[in-house]
């Protein structure tokens, strides 16, 4: 059985991956302190819980913050006695180079969403993922992640106006019916929400009449289904995306020998 895990700034995720599907799924929050053991207890609990008992026998990583890789290889070594594949390191193949400018350290995350992207639906494809930073990756015809845009994610735009603003409260993401708020949590809702709309309608738009050819929309992330909702922004929404990419990163360097 395979854990794929998916570290991002904010959540960390583990899935397990049977060879056909994914059989569950368990979300902490990301902390560059937690010990190998701290994720274990965590992970045994959960994983009792859900009554699955087969053996772990490779361990995939995707990790944006770099100081929690030390943690969970140790974490992989210990409680699996395997070494984990990790993503963006330079020992892990990718089966598409990406085509980015020398020295661009693409993000782990975005490797994954290419290569799933490209694995379910072929290429010229760009992923919308709505993570810490909401982020667009563009997968060219032939696999490649060719580049895309990063903005800032809808709970760190709420945050920064909360925390910039003195008067401004704390305010949930929601979708509000109206764009004219008539109260202060309204007007935060409806800028945040309405002003994502338009953000992600405007890039999209962009993206794609740069690229110059048709491009399918695939979105990811936990507030993709929030933003599809109002309007028709994605062709598909895929919320286990990253972590499926890893699965096909995984089988790649299987394939290849190298793991
Ligand atoms: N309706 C909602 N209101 C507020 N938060 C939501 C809602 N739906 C989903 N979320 C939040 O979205 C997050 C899931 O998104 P995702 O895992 O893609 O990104 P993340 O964990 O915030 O970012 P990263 O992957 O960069 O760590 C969860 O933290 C969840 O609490
Ligand atoms: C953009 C984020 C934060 C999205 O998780 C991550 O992919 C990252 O830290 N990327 C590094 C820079 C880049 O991808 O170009
Ligand atoms: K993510």
Same mark, same amino acid.
């Given at each position: 059985?395979?854990?794929?895990? #998916?570290?991002?700034?904010?959540?960390? +995720?583990?899935?397990?991956?049977?060879?056909?599907?994914?059989?569950? %799924?368990?979300?902490?929050?990301?902390?560059?302190?937690?010990?190998? @053991?701290?994720?274990?207890?965590?992970?045994?609990?959960?994983?009792?819980?859900?009554?699955?008992?087969?053996?772990? %026998? @490779?361990?995939?990583?995707?990790?944006? +913050?770099?100081? +929690?890789?030390?943690?969970?290889?140790?974490?992989? #070594?210990?409680?699996?006695?395997?070494?984990?594949?990790?993503?963006?390191?330079?020992?892990?193949?990718?089966?598409?180079?990406?085509? &980015?400018?020398?020295?661009?350290?693409?993000?782990? @995350?975005?490797?994954?969403?290419?290569? !799933?992207?490209?694995?379910?639906?072929?290429?010229?494809?760009? &992923?919308? *993922?709505?993570?810490?930073? %909401?982020?667009?990756?563009?997968?060219?015809?032939?696999?490649?992640?060719?580049?895309?845009?990063?903005?800032?994610?809808?709970?760190?735009?709420?945050?920064?106006?909360?925390?910039?603003?003195?008067?401004?409260?704390?305010?949930?993401?929601?979708?509000?019916?109206?764009?004219?708020?008539?109260?202060?949590?309204?007007?935060?809702?409806?800028?945040?929400?309405?002003?994502?709309?338009?953000?992600?309608? !405007?890039? %999209? $738009?962009?993206?794609? *009449?740069?690229?110059?050819?048709?491009?399918?929309?695939?979105?990811?992330?936990?507030?993709?289904?929030?933003?599809?909702?109002?309007?028709?922004?994605? @062709?598909?929404?895929?919320?286990?995306?990253?972590?499926? !990419?890893?699965?096909?990163?995984?089988?790649?360097?299987?394939? $290849?020998?190298?793991?």
């Amino acid at each position: 059985m395979l854990l794929a895990i #998916d570290c991002g700034n904010t959540n960390t +995720v583990f899935s397990l991956w049977d060879g056909e599907k994914f059989l569950c %799924t368990l979300r902490t929050s990301t902390h560059h302190a937690r010990t190998a @053991d701290a994720y274990f207890t965590w992970y045994s609990t959960l994983i009792n819980h859900y009554g699955i008992d087969a053996p772990i %026998t @490779d361990v995939v990583i995707s990790s944006t +913050v770099p100081r +929690v890789v030390w943690n969970l290889r140790v974490f992989a #070594d210990r409680f699996f006695g395997c070494r984990p594949l990790v993503v963006g390191k330079p020992e892990c193949l990718l089966q598409h180079t990406p085509r &980015v400018d020398t020295g661009t350290a693409v993000g782990p @995350d975005r490797l994954a969403n290419a290569a !799933g992207a490209f694995d379910r639906h072929g290429g010229d494809v760009m &992923v919308v *993922d709505f993570g810490t930073a %909401t982020n667009i990756d563009v997968v060219a015809s032939d696999g490649a992640y060719v580049g895309g845009v990063i903005a800032p994610g809808v709970n760190l735009s709420l945050e920064a106006l909360h925390q910039g603003a003195a008067a401004l409260p704390h305010v949930d993401i929601s979708q509000p019916d109206k764009v004219i708020g008539t109260n202060t949590v309204e007007c935060i809702q409806s800028g945040i929400f309405w002003g994502y709309v338009g953000l992600i309608q !405007g890039l %999209t $738009q962009r993206v794609r *009449d740069e690229y110059g050819k048709p491009m399918k929309i695939i979105g990811t992330g936990g507030l993709a289904p929030l933003f599809a909702q109002a309007e028709t922004l994605f @062709d598909t929404i895929e919320d286990d995306l990253t972590m499926y !990419g890893l699965v096909v990163i995984h089988a790649y360097n299987k394939e $290849q020998g190298n793991i």
